[in-house]
């Protein structure tokens, strides 16, 4: 018999419609990252909106929380689509997909300035480096001098789209490899539990357009040069799989960091190789730069901050969904109609 949750579901429950992308697909992976996550954290999937643009990353919603409402939008403007969703109902998580090419080309100016507004909604980058859809051209993170047999050399630099949401003022950023479940996970369940925009840039390799072993995209790649900058647990305060507290390994070997979530989460860094506090604004550029400089593949929560208000709390939208609200709540009184017209005379 399936294991259920606190909310009496497997994990089945969580699925969606079976991939129609390419078999070994790293995009596949995330979608079961995913599919555990919301069950493990008992997510009720009418209460989350799953959100796309085009490419195949932005098919990828068709296959994961079946039972929750999605929207895929025009190339590139995911983010609008989400800040109108997220305006009109504040009880609503989301949890938006997004390609490297419906993200750094065509919808950069989105995504800086839905990072700008600080809406609260998880945004994931499956990042491939070629547009798959549309049969592999270089997208905005292709690798400079790559060579692709149909398109030939890149001559361009790559944009680096974690580092972009750094300097967008983006609360929430990390960076990590479909190929890596268990990291995956763990940032995920720190994403949603974050107040604010949190940006996920997950290198996804594309089994049939960019899957050479020089590509920083490819899967060999990534297992091959995959650096963490720590360890993760994420310590839920409303954890629903297991009945027994959460316990925590050993960490002689190095430093912890706590990072306090806004819901009494906390996300538990034990770091590894590189002194690396994600707290800090500077260094989490400097090490965003220095891996580019050395073509190192950093994973792991690159940037934290305390949140800032999000685009709810500016607006002063009220806490219920608007389309709950009755007509005189919505509409002004015919006085106070009068009163505003007056002031313009």
Avoid: W
Wanted: net charge negative.
């Amino acid at each position: 018999m399936a294991r259920e949750n606190a909310l009496g579901l497997s994990r089945n429950d969580y699925k969606g419609r079976k991939s129609t992308l390419c078999p070994g697909c790293g995009h596949d992976s995330i979608s079961n990252q995913i599919i555990s996550t919301a069950y493990d954290l008992g997510l009720e999937q009418h209460k989350l909106i799953k959100l796309s643009g085009i490419g195949c990353s932005s098919k990828t919603p068709a296959y994961f929380l079946g039972r929750s409402h999605g929207f895929n939008a025009l190339h590139g403007r995911m983010p609008s689509v989400a800040t109108g969703a997220l305006l009109g109902n504040r009880e609503l998580k989301a949890v938006a997909v997004s390609g490297d090419g419906d993200t750094g080309s065509i919808g950069m100016g989105q995504f800086k300035h839905v990072i700008r507004r600080n809406v609260p909604f998880v945004y994931i980058i499956e990042n491939n480096g070629v547009y798959g859809l549309t049969k592999g051209q270089f997208s905005a993170t292709a690798d400079e001098g790559q060579e692709l047999k149909y398109y030939g050399r890149n001559d361009l630099p790559p944009i680096d789209l974690a580092l972009e949401a750094i300097i967008a003022g983006a609360t929430f950023v990390a960076r990590s490899f479909s190929g890596d479940a268990k990291q995956v996970q763990s940032l995920l369940q720190a994403a949603i539990a974050h107040k604010g925009t949190a940006i996920l840039d997950i290198i996804s390799p594309c089994v049939t357009f960019n899957n050479n072993d020089a590509s920083t995209k490819s899967y060999s790649y990534g297992k091959e040069h995959e650096i963490p900058l720590h360890e993760i647990q994420v310590l839920a305060p409303d954890y629903v799989e297991g009945k027994e507290e959460i316990t925590v390994g050993d960490y002689e070997e190095g430093e912890i960091i706590e990072v306090d979530m806004h819901d009494g989460t906390v996300v538990r860094l034990k770091k590894l190789d590189r002194d690396h506090d994600p707290r800090n604004r500077l260094q989490a550029i400097s090490v965003l730069e220095q891996a580019q400089r050395e073509e190192l593949f950093l994973t792991g929560l690159v940037y934290y901050e305390e949140p800032r208000p999000t685009v709810q709390e500016n607006e002063n939208i009220v806490s219920e969904a608007l389309a709950t609200l009755p007509s005189s709540a919505l509409r002004p009184s015919a006085d106070q109609l009068a009163e505003v017209m007056a002031s313009f005379q």
